[in-house]
């Protein structure tokens, strides 16, 4: 099967499922496809340093595991998250947690090409995805952060974010309220709604 040109999607997923709990190479291509990508984002907004290695670990973990995988799309992707919250905590307790200075004004007219009296909408705009991601976690309160990233980077709705964290589905809505209200304390309307269509490049 060409995996290049199959979306993963709610119509597919049974099917990529299927012959990647059967050990298929091309079904396991299109899960890695889709969830890499995702997956990258939201280990390196963490961990930077060790974002690499601990995607590795979950994909093995999700490979040793995925034979009792049952359900649909959305759930494969709060299991794998899961897995990735867990793996960063197993690091956490064995590393070093590596300090982060707290943004402020200095973080925009540090960037090249930047000036004090620059508008933060236009360097928004000039930031990789990585970068408004970045940024983000370092302009939120952890909990809140992460809801975010769950939500836009890993695409899940508020039901999973609340399996994936051990939290109630209302406590996800009032944190993301929380973190959104504190986006538009720093950036323009038009800016903070982009970060709900899930585009975490226009964050």
């Known amino acids: 099967m060409e995996?290049?040109?199959?979306?993963?999607?709610?119509?597919?997923?049974?099917?990529?499922?299927?012959?990647?709990k059967a050990g298929q190479q091309w079904a396991a291509?299109?899960?890695?496809?889709?969830?890499?990508?995702?997956?990258?984002r939201f280990l390196r907004s963490a961990e930077p340093?060790?974002?690499?290695?601990?995607?590795?670990?979950?994909?093995?973990?999700t490979a040793q595991g995925i034979s009792s995988f049952e359900g649909e799309l959305a759930?494969?992707?709060?299991?794998?998250?899961?897995?990735?919250?867990r793996r960063l905590a197993d690091h956490r307790r064995t590393a070093a947690r590596r300090a982060t200075d707290p943004v402020d004004g200095e973080w925009f007219t540090g960037r090249p090409g930047r000036s004090?009296?620059?508008?933060?909408?236009?360097?928004?705009?000039?930031?990789?995805?990585?970068?408004?991601?970045?940024?983000?976690?370092?302009?939120?309160?952890a909990d809140q952060a992460e809801v975010l990233l769950l939500r836009i980077v890993g695409d899940l709705d508020v039901?999973?974010?609340a399996a994936v964290l051990?939290?109630?589905p209302n406590w996800v809505r009032?944190?993301?309220?929380?973190?959104l209200r504190r986006l538009a304390q720093h950036f323009p309307p038009r800016t903070v709604g982009a970060v709900m269509h899930g585009d975490p490049g226009t964050i």
């Open 3 to 20: 995996t290049g040109r199959l979306r993963l999607d709610d119509a597919t997923f049974p099917s990529v499922l299927t012959g990647a």
């Open 29 to 40: 291509e299109v899960l890695f496809v889709d969830l890499q990508p995702r997956l990258l």
């Open 49 to 61: 340093r060790v974002a690499d290695d601990l995607a590795g670990e979950v994909w093995l973990a």
């Open 75 to 85: 759930g494969f992707r709060a299991w794998v998250f899961t897995i990735a919250r």
């Open 116 to 141: 004090a009296d620059e508008p933060a909408e236009r360097v928004l705009d000039g930031m990789t995805a990585q970068e408004s991601i970045d940024l983000v976690v370092a302009l939120l309160p």
């Open 159 to 161: 039901a999973h974010v």
């Open 166 to 168: 051990d939290r109630t």
């Open 174 to 179: 009032v944190t993301q309220h929380r973190a």
